[in-house]
């Protein structure tokens, strides 16, 4: 099946610092989506990015689908930033199913 | 704003209870999903369903069944819960229009004791 990899797998970072994460895919997809899991574990959308770029506020995203890769930009840094983000794909004719990535873990501190 | 809700926050059952998980959309969505989340292992699918009374398995179906009689609700059921069912579980819903995004519920989590 698809593989999806997550990078760095964990982060801590100074408030007000900028941090890059990234996601590799192993085939071509329908979907992409980006989600911050927050302590109480709800999974809030982030981005739908199957290609191209999307800001929304300190965060922004972009998919190269032809090279299989996404990366989610996170400016200037705040403590609520801190938990799991994920990435997930649908692979392309795989019927709108997810396969997530192992998330990468984030702590921002004071 | 898409609103997926599930029935219980935390719940707390016996081993060899029938247990039901319930998660309602209010979008008029004709996809859902049942995941499930556990440490080290990340979110699995378990079932999904395409539309009323329809269902597909997943990558984890054993131990679990679902029901969908209508177009706003989405059942998981554990016929005869055991400890190895302690998880966090996430539904979904996503449309099949332009836009395959999904949307999650708050989640359940479950311990069987």
């Known amino acids: 099946g698809i593989q999806v990899e997550q990078s760095p797998p964990d982060l801590i970072l100074q408030e007000g610092a900028n941090s890059t994460l990234r996601c590799n895919f192993s085939d071509s997809v329908n979907n992409l989506q980006w989600f911050h899991q927050n302590p109480w574990g709800q999974l809030i959308n982030l981005f739908y990015i199957p290609s191209g770029t999307k800001q929304n506020g300190r965060l922004s995203a972009t998919t190269v689908a032809t090279e299989r890769y996404s990366l989610l930009y996170i400016s200037s840094s705040q403590t609520t930033d801190s938990g799991v983000y994920f990435c997930?794909?649908?692979?392309?004719?795989?019927?709108?199913?997810?396969?997530f990535g192992t998330g990468t873990q984030l702590k921002v501190e004071l | 704003d898409v609103k997926v809700t599930q029935s219980s926050r935390y719940l707390v059952k016996r081993t060899g209870e029938k247990v039901f998980l319930e998660c309602v959309q209010d979008?008029?969505?004709?996809?859902m999903f049942w995941y499930r989340q556990d440490p080290g292992l990340g979110l699995r699918l378990i079932y999904f369903?395409?539309?009323?009374?329809?269902?597909e398995k997943g990558d984890i179906p054993e131990g679990y069944s679902v029901s969908r009689e209508k177009k706003e609700r989405f059942s998981l059921i554990l016929e005869s819960a055991s400890t190895n069912q302690t998880s966090m579980y996430l539904c979904?819903?996503?449309?099949?229009?332009?836009?395959?995004?999904?949307?999650f519920g708050p989640g359940t989590r479950l311990t069987v004791t």
């Open positions: 369903s395409y539309d009323v009374k329809m269902k």
């Open positions: 979008m008029d969505h004709e996809n």
């Open positions: 997930a794909v649908d692979l392309r004719g795989g019927g709108n199913k997810l396969t």
């Open positions: 979904a819903s996503s449309s099949r229009g332009s836009s395959y995004e999904q949307y």
